[in-house]
């Protein structure tokens, strides 16, 4: 007879899948981060919205296990803000790395979303590579978007 695995007996960590269930995830994760340009940043939940069949808790997951070659410092909390890590020294890495990119704070830890926020990967990226469309989301399609400039 076999027993379910307790609170913190899975592989992962409780809640969290085992690695090979999470590897294809992860790798759909990455490869949106890898989009984000220097100087701008995307929320947690703006990287799961994009990426489909997860939540911002996930795509954090993934951060925290990111190769070297995946730009983790710019995906940031819906504040604006770099979020708290175990050791606190991660979360100064992550704010020094932004200002590095030329990311402004202000006396709060937070920047400015609006200004600094990635709008997202381009409509034939997502098509090209099996992401789905804004409007498959539920959100406003391009053309639907009210211009600002």
Same mark, same amino acid.
């Given at each position: 007879? /076999?027993?379910?695995? /307790?609170?913190?007996?899975?592989?992962? +960590?409780?809640?969290? @899948?085992? @690695?090979?269930? &999470?590897?294809?995830? #992860?790798?759909?994760?990455?490869? *949106? *981060?890898?989009?984000?340009?220097?100087? %701008?940043?995307?929320? #947690?939940?703006?990287?799961?919205?994009? *990426? +489909?069949? $997860?939540?911002?808790?996930?795509?954090?997951?993934? =951060?925290?296990? $990111? @190769?070297?070659?995946?730009? !983790? %410092?710019?995906?940031?909390?819906? %504040? +604006?803000?770099? /979020?708290? &890590?175990?050791?606190?020294? +991660?979360?100064?890495? %992550?704010?020094?790395?932004?200002?590095?990119?030329?990311?402004?704070?202000?006396?709060? #830890?937070? =920047?400015?979303?609006?200004?600094?926020? !990635?709008?997202?990967?381009?409509?034939? !990226?997502?098509?090209?590579?099996?992401?789905?469309?804004?409007?498959?989301?539920?959100? @406003? /399609?391009?053309?639907?978007?009210?211009?600002?400039?």
């Amino acid at each position: 007879m /076999s027993r379910l695995p /307790s609170r913190g007996a899975s592989p992962g +960590g409780w809640g969290k @899948p085992p @690695p090979v269930e &999470r590897e294809p995830l #992860y790798t759909r994760i990455y490869a *949106v *981060v890898r989009l984000i340009p220097p100087g %701008q940043v995307a929320t #947690y939940g703006q990287v799961a919205e994009i *990426v +489909g069949g $997860c939540t911002a808790r996930m795509v954090g997951y993934a =951060m925290a296990a $990111c @190769p070297d070659d995946v730009p !983790w %410092q710019r995906v940031v909390n819906a %504040q +604006g803000k770099v /979020s708290p &890590r175990a050791d606190h020294w +991660g979360a100064e890495v %992550q704010r020094q790395r932004l200002i590095e990119e030329g990311i402004e704070f202000d006396a709060d #830890y937070r =920047m400015d979303l609006a200004r600094v926020r !990635w709008r997202g990967p381009e409509r034939e !990226w997502l098509i090209e590579h099996g992401y789905p469309l804004p409007e498959e989301r539920g959100l @406003p /399609s391009d053309d639907e978007q009210l211009r600002l400039f």
